[in-house]
């Protein structure tokens, strides 16, 4: 069975400034995707950004970027530029490209709780 | 966002009653899910669809049941809640070959 691991619990950052959230899996799978997901309060869970195994480049979308280890199966998700709507729940999801027995199912990490000070 | 429906979105009830979560996407996606979120925030599978008829159980043991009649609907129902189900329950979809989960808005359950 696959585990990720957020040792984060709450992260702050000033406006404007960058952050980096880290995130650590356990696999014995070669292949596999990675998710980064934002909950904000009371809102929905939406996609940050995804990263394919199979890829060496990091994956990238706007203000979000992911340093990907395989080796070190480390995923920590880079937010430049903090602005006041990112602060949410962040959560590091994996799952298996296999299908059946329920693999497709996503493995969370327990969540980063991120605050943007003003 | 994805077009992905959970109904009740706040529903607080006594302990002993049956209730119905429901939860429609009109993406057309075969894959269905069920997260439960516990209040310190953790997500774990409890059911899963890959299609009409098809239901099966997850990573985290449930006393719910679902069914899947039809490829848009995912109900997820407690024939008797209990407090120890007060939690927050999160359904998901998933195109085919997408590998990508859309989530709903959430329902928040509280059992007294």
């Known amino acids: 069975a696959q585990t990720v691991t957020q040792s984060q619990p709450e992260m702050s950052v000033q406006e404007a400034e960058t952050v980096t959230l880290s995130c650590t899996y356990d696999?014995?799978?070669?292949?596999?995707?990675l998710f980064w997901y934002k909950q904000p309060p009371s809102r929905q869970m939406i996609l940050v950004i995804r990263q394919e195994a199979y890829k060496q480049q990091n994956a990238t979308e706007n203000r979000f970027s992911v340093n990907f280890q395989k080796a070190a199966k480390s995923f920590s998700l880079k937010i430049s530029d903090s602005q006041l709507g990112d602060a949410a729940m962040y959560f590091c999801?994996?799952?298996?490209?296999?299908?059946?027995?329920?693999?497709?199912?996503?493995?969370f990490g327990k969540g980063t709780h991120l605050i943007i000070q003003p | 966002e994805a077009d992905i429906y959970q109904t009740p979105r706040y529903l607080v009830i006594g302990t002993g009653k049956k209730i119905t979560l429901e939860c429609s996407q009109t993406?057309?996606?075969?894959?269905m899910y069920w997260y439960q979120q516990d209040p310190g925030m953790e997500l774990h599978l409890i059911h899963y669809?890959?299609?009409?008829?098809?239901?099966e159980k997850g990573d985290l043991s449930s006393e719910s049941t679902v069914s899947r009649i039809r490829t848009e609907h995912f109900p997820l129902t407690l024939e008797s809640a209990r407090p120890s189900h007060t939690s927050q329950y999160l359904c998901?979809?998933?195109?085919?070959?997408?590998?990508?989960?859309?989530f709903g808005p959430g329902t928040r359950l509280t059992v007294t």
């Open positions: 993406m057309g996606h075969d894959k």
């Open positions: 669809s890959y299609g009409v008829n098809s239901t």
């Open positions: 696999t014995s799978e070669s292949d596999y995707y």
């Open positions: 999801a994996y799952r298996s490209m296999y299908s059946g027995g329920g693999a497709d199912g996503l493995t």
């Open positions: 998901a979809s998933e195109g085919q070959g997408s590998y990508e989960q859309y």
